[in-house]
């Protein structure tokens, strides 16, 4: 794998923000990419009509998604991607070049100068040139010449690229073709996980009947400069429509409200990372010193920097929720106070105002908490950083899926909520450099054994064994308060009960206040205890532990890099695995207004 830089004579470029910078505080934007696939031999008379088209729904991405870079990302072959391509630059978008094979083989597919110029134009205006290593199975001389081995290489290039998009741009003439690699194979790729001649039977899972974010396309209806080359039946000439998998409503002029919701919480955090740019950027945890940066493949530079900006936002609004929960309860307990004050002590009526009073507060927090979806929020960017983790993590090691149609980021959440998919769309993007081809050094495979599994003092296992101690103390300290508080209110019930008759009433009154304090107390700080499911996090911190020990216990005697690397790989679907239940654990506990009058 090789990666061209830029050829301008710029700044460095910075994809994740879209503009050429010097010193200045990086934006953490996600890019929109979008990637193309069509037909070589467009009609010359349909070319301007499809240039409007593709410009129009280029700019309408851009002004739709403020703030994100809208990506190009194309194989610069001849007709369609380069009509895309020359587009995306008149735009002033950012261009992404994939190759199918080395450069100077793919040339020979350019059978004029004049088409070599162009792709040698384009080449110099992209801001990356990736290109694609040689299929498993296949040889230079195989892919040499036109043949089932190049084939294979275009094919190779079409799953990539639906991998690594949000919206696959089709020009395309709407048939089905058995040509492996071709327009045709790579849409139904797109939309059905398939592609024959290419990716397995059994790559296909029980994962193509999930609702899924990442079949969209936007498809440009074309003719072909040959015999027949007119669009399937019922298609015309420069229809353009949105084009999913909805048995009822395949194509629509708008987008469906599926995606659009995926792409509103991928811009809301793209907007939530260029607010706190300048605290993500100095405050931010990083997995990689920049010793290690210089040592490892530059592309896990881009997911560790995600990866940044997920876990900063996480604790961001981690420390809203708790502060949030901690203000609702303490009002709670105070009102709670004021109330047996009330009935007990004396009835002042500022009591009851000072009682309402403190009802009306926690209900604010909690209206504002709401308001501004802290909980959402925190639940989905700590569930992004954790599978940013994991996708960080197999890229050190060169650990793959075992197919040839997979990568980091396709199983993660895919049976879960389907909004969830935009947690997807900005894994399948900060991995894109990663995934073009696994890390072969066996230095990664140390890496990712010392820094993510650790001991029991550092990494996820020393994490899991400090937090879970943590947990385990605070949830003693809960039961001790209670057992307490028990104790002590039985004692107080005895007295009352054996020598009431002989106490005073202000001896009296004062110990049914304080009973009724203590146990108010105590289910006050139980009902935290379940919001901030203490127990049930002790139990995933114990098996979260657990698994990195057993990764560690078998990681010691493996035979090779390979029996590491398998590992490696059933360590991160665990822990993917435990971070889809942890979510959905806690979205049953999300901050609601009502819940302030129901402990009141």
């Known amino acids: 794998m090789a990666k061209q830089p830029d050829h301008r004579p710029t700044e460095p470029f910075d994809p994740w923000s879209g503009s050429h910078r010097a010193g200045a505080t990086p934006h953490f934007s996600v890019p929109l990419v979008v990637a193309v696939t069509g037909h070589r031999d467009l009609v010359a008379a349909e070319v301007p009509g499809i240039r409007d088209r593709v410009r129009s729904f280029l700019g309408r991405l851009r002004d739709d998604n403020p703030g994100r870079p809208v990506t190009v990302m194309c194989g610069l072959a001849e007709g369609a991607d380069r009509l895309v391509a020359e587009e995306a630059v008149s735009l002033g978008l950012i261009l992404s070049v994939s190759l199918p094979m080395k450069r100077d083989s793919y040339v020979r597919d350019f059978a004029s100068d004049r088409s070599r110029a162009e792709f040698e134009f384009l080449c110099a205006r992209a801001v990356e040139v990736f290109e694609l290593p040689i299929v498993a199975g296949e040889t230079e001389a195989s892919i040499a010449a036109a043949g089932p081995g190049r084939s294979r290489q275009y094919a190779q290039l079409g799953v990539f690229l639906c991998a690594h998009c949000h919206v696959l741009l089709a020009l395309w003439d709407g048939k089905p073709s058995d040509r492996v690699g071709g327009t045709a194979q790579v849409v139904r790729f797109h939309h059905d996980d398939v592609m024959a001649g290419y990716t ?86 990083t997995l990689l010193t920049p010793q290690q940066a210089q040592a490892m493949p530059t592309g896990l530079q881009d997911i560790d920097r995600v990866f940044g900006v997920a876990d900063w936002l996480a604790i961001h609004y981690q420390q809203k929720v708790l502060r949030t929960l901690q203000a609702t309860h303490a009002c709670v307990l105070l009102a709670g106070v004021a109330y047996v004050s009330y009935t007990d002590m004396t009835s002042d009526r500022w009591l009851l105002l000072a009682m309402l009073g403190l009802m009306l507060i926690a209900a604010g927090f909690n209206v504002a908490a709401r308001r501004g979806h802290w909980h959402r929020k925190y639940l989905d960017y700590r569930t992004l950083a954790e599978g940013l983790r994991v996708q960080f993590y197999w890229a050190a090691a060169g650990v793959t899926s075992g197919s040839a149609s997979k990568f980091a980021h396709d199983n993660f959440l895919q049976m879960q909520d389907p909004e969830l998919g935009w947690i997807r769309n900005v894994m399948r993007v900060a991995g894109t450099e990663c995934d073009i081809a696994p890390n072969p050094d066996p230095q990664g495979v140390s890496f990712a054994v010392r820094e993510w599994i650790g001991d029991e003092r550092s990494g996820q296992l020393g994490y899991y064994a400090r937090k879970g101690g943590e947990r385990l103390r605070r949830h003693a300290d809960t039961r001790k308060l209670g057992r307490l508080g028990l104790w002590g209110s039985g004692l107080t019930l005895l007295v ?62 493996a035979a090779d890099d390979a029996d590491r690397r398998r590992i490696l790989k059933l360590l991160g679907d665990s822990a993917l695995e435990e971070h889809a239940e942890w979510i959905l654990l806690h979205r049953e506990r999300s901050v609601d207004p009502r819940e302030v009058f129901r402990l009141s």
Not at 228 to 248: I, K, V, Y
Not at 514 to 543: C, D, H, N, P, W
Not at 544 to 552: C, L, Q, T
């Open 200 to 285: 397995p039977a059994s790559a296909s899972s029980r994962l193509v009947l999930a609702d899924d974010e990442s079949d969209l396309v936007y498809h440009v209806v074309c003719s072909r400069d040959r015999p027949d080359g007119a669009p399937a039946d019922g298609l015309r000439p420069l229809e353009a429509s949105w084009f999913t998998t909805d048995d009822r409503r395949p194509r629509t002029v708008e987008l469906p409200q599926r995606y659009q919701r995926v792409f509103e919480h991928t811009q809301e955090f793209s907007r939530d990372a260029a607010t706190h740019a300048a605290a993500i950027h100095a405050g931010g945890s």
């Open 496 to 557: 009352l009960l054996f020598v009431g008759a002989g106490v005073t009433d202000s001896v009296r009154m004062p110990l049914v206040f304080v009973m009724g304090v203590v146990l108010l107390a105590i289910g006050v700080r139980q009902a935290y205890a379940q919001a901030t499911a203490e127990s049930e996090l002790i139990k995933q911190y114990e098996f979260m532990h657990r698994i990195f020990h057993n990764a560690r216990r078998r990681i010691a005697t």
